[in-house]
């Protein structure tokens, strides 16, 4: 969430200051697009990456749930 909260501020920052950057040196100006595709496309894989780590801890935390209740119904059983 933290990462999706700055999302829109950053990109925005980002191509300004590429804008910027590309007029005081516009010989460079395909370099610094380049760049900012490049760290673009690593921002993406981030957020996909981070993505998957949630669903992956989301599991987990499922599975110790499921195996803390059967833990809990077997003790429970055992009490019978």
Same mark, same amino acid.
């Given at each position: 969430?933290?990462?999706?909260?700055?999302?829109?501020?950053?990109?925005?920052?980002?191509?300004?200051?590429?804008?910027?950057?590309?007029?005081?040196?516009?010989?460079?100006?395909? %370099?610094?697009? +380049?760049? &900012?595709?490049?760290?673009?496309?690593? *921002?993406?894989? =981030?957020? /996909?990456?981070?993505?998957?780590?949630? %669903?992956?801890? +989301?599991? &987990?935390?499922?599975?110790?749930?499921? *195996?803390?209740? =059967?833990? /809990?119904?077997?003790?429970?059983?055992? %009490?019978?």
């Amino acid at each position: 969430k933290e990462i999706e909260n700055h999302e829109q501020r950053l990109l925005e920052h980002l191509n300004s200051e590429c804008k910027r950057i590309s007029q005081d040196y516009p010989t460079r100006a395909d %370099e610094f697009q +380049e760049r &900012l595709q490049q760290l673009s496309d690593n *921002y993406i894989e =981030l957020k /996909e990456t981070i993505k998957k780590r949630r %669903e992956h801890l +989301e599991l &987990l935390e499922n599975i110790h749930q499921y *195996y803390y209740d =059967l833990s /809990e119904a077997e003790a429970w059983l055992g %009490e019978q």
